[in-house]
């Protein structure tokens, strides 16, 4: 069973930047996909990136690219969510989530441990 626990959120100034973290502990960290989603109320998770268990590659959201990048380490099993360039629309609860399979999924259902979610807040 993996763990996820997600650490970094918190309120920010549209323009500013965060780092979020995503330690995972108890599974093969190096044979799983990693990724970021977020979720505001009233509406579905999405997707925003996710990166291949080697790091090689990865997939963005449209609406981050260019501004978020994401990047893993398979020493300290740590996942990290660069956010730059923050907008006000980029507030929500984002939830890092693992997948035991061999491409980037964007889809939900695919991603079978999730952490417990960090709030991060982008003020005007």
């Known amino acids: 069973q993996v763990q996820l626990v997600e650490s970094g959120g918190g309120l920010v100034q549209a323009g500013g930047s965060l780092r979020l973290s995503c330690a995972a502990s108890?599974?093969?960290?190096?044979?799983?996909?990693m990724g970021w989603f977020r979720q505001t109320p009233g509406k579905e998770r999405e997707f925003v990136v996710g990166i291949h268990k080697s790091g090689s590659s990865t997939r963005y959201a449209d609406s981050v690219k260019g501004r978020f990048a994401i990047s893993r380490d398979n020493i300290t099993n740590t996942v990290y969510l660069q956010m730059n360039s923050l907008k006000p629309e980029d507030t929500a609860v984002y939830y890092c989530?693992?997948?035991?399979?061999?491409?980037?999924?964007?889809?939900?259902?695919?991603?079978?441990?999730w952490g417990q979610g960090t709030q991060v807040t982008v003020s005007s």
């Open positions: 989530a693992a997948a035991s399979m061999g491409w980037i999924s964007s889809e939900l259902s695919d991603y079978n441990y």
């Open positions: 108890g599974g093969t960290f190096s044979g799983l996909i």
